[in-house]
């Protein structure tokens, strides 16, 4: 074999890995990257009187196992569809805002950054993990009365 042809044969060989590089690349970002759905039950947990609201009754057992409230009563609930690294926004009560980013998925979890911020200020900022399909309870800032929580669920 000559020169000519071996160098051929390397640039083939090249341009196909490349190509298999290049494949692999766009397909290993699952389509769950481009279509997570979010949901965020927006709650007023309290120790003012003893009013569950109905609607959020496959909740207050895991609600009632973690805080102590004796009232919790669903403000809002907001589905957005994201993909990783788009933000999505959820305006809460006392002009604040819940930012969240999907930051990367797996096969059976995703990592979302959470931010809460009143005006320009950021009020609170951490990151979480989520079963596909799963959720978590997190306590927010003092409203009024009482205490937000937030359920934030995942899935793609």
């Keep these: 074999m000559g020169e000519k042809e071996t160098l051929m044969k ?13 494949a692999a ?3 290993c970002p699952t389509a769950a990257a481009n279509n997570i759905h979010v ?3 927006t709650i007023q947990a309290s120790e003012e009187g003893k009013y569950l609201d109905p609607r ?19 403000l809002s609930e907001d589905g957005m569809k994201l993909s990783t690294n788009q ?24 990592e979302l950054g959470l931010h809460i911020s009143k ?10 993990q989520l079963l596909n399909q799963g959720s978590i309870i997190v306590g927010g800032p003092r ?11 995942a899935s793609y």
Excluded: N, W
């Design 119 to 128: 005006g320009k200020k950021q009020i609170f900022q951490t990151v979480v």
């Design 10 to 22: 390397r640039q083939m060989l090249s341009g196909i890995c490349v190509g298999l590089l290049l």
């Design 56 to 74: 959020l009754s496959p909740l207050i057992e895991d609600l009632q196992s973690v805080f102590r409230y004796s009232s919790y009563r669903l």
């Design 87 to 110: 933000t999505g926004r959820v305006r809460l009560p006392g002009d604040r805002v819940l930012r969240i980013t999907p930051k990367a998925t797996t096969k059976d979890r995703v």
């Design 143 to 153: 409203h009024e009365a009482g205490t937000l929580l937030f359920r934030i669920s």
């Design 25 to 27: 690349s766009t397909v």
């Design 39 to 41: 949901v965020v039950k």
